[in-house]
């Protein structure tokens, strides 16, 4: 499959990936009788219900639900594993919220609290133009800056590096822009895809559930805000991702409820691109009674998630938050797609994360070759791919392995 369709709703998959699955998956025999009834109706293409998600998240064979997960991921994909070129800018660090999980934001007097304006913010992205396809820039919710200045941020960005997509703003900063610029959420939308903006990231849908939310975020969107605000960026022809911090004070039930909820609206739109989980890191943050997750639990999440929303063609092994290591399994189990050549981020360091930002596309191909996967690079609306041939690897780093 190397001759890619640029069908935006295909995004890299197989446009025959639901027969290659049946053909994989059958007969349901071969798998263990708990599961064999999950199996039939992934095999069906019928969507699983809540009960089957939390059976998935049960089930003591995680091997099985990870081999599952692989199939759907290989029927789409085979064993390309997606990345791209960018660099994450965060604005701004000041927030007029205080969500319990977050160790980035800061009060606007604090000593560390800083503000990037349009020229800072320019001569930050000049360093990394060359290298990058995408700027991914999320912040906190500036008091002053409303949609006027992102317009104009946006518009600049364009001006300065017309190659570059500008990938910004969860749907929790969409609503502050509306509120400070006394304009509906589609408006602010609307101006912000006139003036540049090319997606939305998926940020701050942490577990839609508003019972959760009260305690981790409280004062941030609502579930129903999220989801509509997505809905109107799709209406509006502006992809999204979507996203999912596991691992504070939510049950079982609430994650895959959460992904039904994703799905429900990808039905109706198809303007999600990707579905990235990720666990809570407790380091520097303020939930003490956070319940944390495992290795296994991430790798089971990514599994369950790929195969409780088989509409959304892509799900993301977010490394910046689950380590190289850990993203390099989850290539084998469900995920297809890996944040890229990063170069900067913030948000995720600062909340504990150790994984290394210096990568070029040489280190992150060997990360993807060692997973068994083929690297392809992307752009950031997956409609144009690049199968990536990295250098051949030293002698030093000659071990034969399976793969
Ligand atoms: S998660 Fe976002 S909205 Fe919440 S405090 Fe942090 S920066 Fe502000």
């Given at each position: 499959m190397e001759n890619w369709s640029s069908d935006r709703k295909l995004a890299?998959?197989?446009?025959?990936?639901?027969?290659?699955?049946?053909?994989?998956?059958?007969?349901?025999?071969?798998?263990?009788?708990?599961?064999?009834?999950?199996?039939?109706?992934?095999?069906?293409?019928v969507h699983l219900s809540l009960d089957d998600g939390v059976r998935l998240y049960e089930h003591p064979n995680l091997h099985e639900v990870g081999q599952l997960a692989h199939h759907v991921r290989t029927s789409r994909f085979g064993n390309h594993a997606y990345f791209n070129s960018n660099v994450h800018i965060n604005q701004t660090n000041v927030c007029v919220?205080?969500?319990?999980?977050?160790?980035?934001?800061?009060?606007?007097?604090?000593?560390?609290?800083?503000?990037?304006?349009?020229?800072?913010?320019?001569?930050?992205?000049?360093?990394?133009?060359?290298?990058?396809?995408?700027?991914?820039?999320?912040?906190?919710?500036?008091?002053?800056?409303?949609?006027?200045?992102?317009?104009s941020l946006f518009k600049r960005v364009r001006e300065e590096f017309p190659h570059v997509s500008i990938k910004a703003l969860t749907a929790v900063e969409i609503k502050h822009l509306g509120q400070l610029s006394s304009i509906p959420t589609k408006e602010v939308l609307r101006r912000l895809h006139d003036a540049g903006l090319t997606s939305?990231?998926?940020?701050?849908?942490?577990?839609?559930?508003?019972?959760?939310?009260?305690?981790?975020?409280?004062?941030?969107?609502?579930?129903?805000?999220?989801?509509?605000?997505h809905r109107e960026a799709h209406e509006l022809g502006i992809p999204s991702n979507c996203t999912m911090l596991f691992g504070t004070v939510e049950s079982l039930?609430?994650?895959?409820?959460?992904?039904?909820?994703?799905?429900?609206?990808?039905?109706q739109t198809s303007g999600f691109q990707c579905f990235v989980p990720y666990p809570f890191l407790p380091?520097?943050?303020?939930?003490?009674?956070?319940q944390l997750a495992t290795g296994s639990e991430v790798l089971r999440t990514i599994a369950v998630s790929r195969?409780?929303?088989?509409?959304?063609?892509?799900?993301?092994?977010?490394?910046?938050?689950?380590?190289?290591?850990?993203?390099?399994?989850?290539?084998?189990?469900?995920?297809?797609?890996?944040?890229?050549?990063?170069?900067?981020?913030?948000?995720?360091?600062l909340a504990g994360s150790t994984a290394p930002l210096d990568h070029d596309r040489t280190r992150l191909a060997r990360i993807i070759t060692d997973a068994g996967c083929q690297p392809v690079q992307r752009n950031t609306t997956y409609e144009s791919f690049n199968v990536y041939v990295p250098p051949k690897p030293s002698p030093r780093r000659n071990l034969k392995m399976a793969q």
């Open positions: 890299g998959s197989n446009g025959d990936w639901l027969e290659r699955l049946s053909n994989a998956l059958l007969p349901v025999s071969d798998w263990s009788d708990a599961i064999q009834d999950i199996v039939q109706r992934v095999a069906d293409g919220l205080a969500c319990r999980f977050c160790a980035f934001r800061r009060g606007p007097k604090a000593d560390d609290a800083y503000s990037m304006d349009i020229q800072e913010y320019i001569v930050d992205l000049e360093r990394y133009a060359p290298y990058v396809d995408e700027v991914h820039s999320v912040g906190g919710l500036h008091p002053d800056w409303d949609v006027a200045h992102y317009e939305l990231p998926g940020g701050g849908a942490e577990i839609l559930d508003d019972d959760v939310r009260s305690i981790i975020c409280n004062g941030k969107e609502s579930s129903e805000e999220y989801i509509r605000i039930a609430q994650r895959v409820q959460h992904m039904i909820l994703l799905r429900e609206l990808q039905s380091d520097s943050s303020r939930l003490p009674q956070a195969l409780m929303i088989p509409n959304i063609p892509h799900i993301k092994a977010y490394r910046m938050n689950i380590g190289d290591h850990v993203a390099e399994l989850a290539l084998q189990y469900g995920a297809d797609d890996i944040d890229g050549t990063v170069q900067k981020e913030s948000i995720m360091h």
